[in-house]
């Protein structure tokens, strides 16, 4: 099974501590298969969709794709949540996460916004995790990526992935 470094952590406390709309500028949306692929460095299979329980307060959907053993891309998950308004403790809480589960981050900007980028080895490969945050945390997104390669290369794939969907996800 993969495990992302944190994302179960974050899943509970960081995008689901607001209430949640399903099917509003769904994850799986942002990109098209040859987007997909060419960020990710190899080919990949056909998107997975997520969606979250929802209510009438704001969006929250995941999408994952799956590549081959050894391909430079072995899994990658979208998470997206926007809110109608600013969502001010959202960095807090994903900083938190990310220290209570012992993982290091840097600081870095993918389109202009904040990001933290977070990375580890393990047996099957190395796993990323690229945490954006746009418009005082109303849009948050999430990019989960572990392959092949060293830690620039895993993160310039998150970071063109996030570019392209920052400016698709809207305010």
């Known amino acids: 099974m993969i495990r ?3 994302a179960p ?3 509970t406390s960081v995008l689901l501590s607001v209430p949640v709309r399903a099917g509003e500028r769904h994850a799986c949306a942002l990109f098209s298969k040859a987007e997909i692929e060419q ?3 190899s080919g990949l299979g ?3 969709a997520n969606d979250l329980p929802a209510d009438n307060q ?3 959907s995941s999408c994952s794709w799956r590549g081959a053993a050894g391909a430079a891309t072995r899994s ?3 998470t997206l949540r926007i809110a109608p308004h600013p969502v001010p403790d959202t960095e807090p809480k994903v900083v938190e996460a990310l220290k209570d589960g012992g993982a290091s981050f840097v600081e870095t900007r993918v389109a ?3 990001a933290l980028w977070s990375a580890r ?3 099957l490969g190395l796993n990323g995790e690229l945490h954006v945050f746009k418009d005082g945390g109303a849009v948050y997104l999430m990019i989960a990526v572990m392959g092949t390669g060293d830690d620039q290369a895993l993160q310039t794939r998150a970071k063109t992935l996030a570019a392209l969907a920052l400016t698709r996800a809207g305010p």
Do not use: F
């Open 4 to 6: 992302y470094l944190v």
């Open 39 to 41: 960020a990710a460095g």
């Open 9 to 11: 952590m974050l899943l």
């Open 46 to 48: 056909e998107p997975r």
């Open 121 to 123: 080895a393990t047996p």
């Open 58 to 60: 704001i969006s929250l």
């Open 76 to 78: 990658l998950t979208v």
């Open 112 to 114: 202009e916004q904040r």
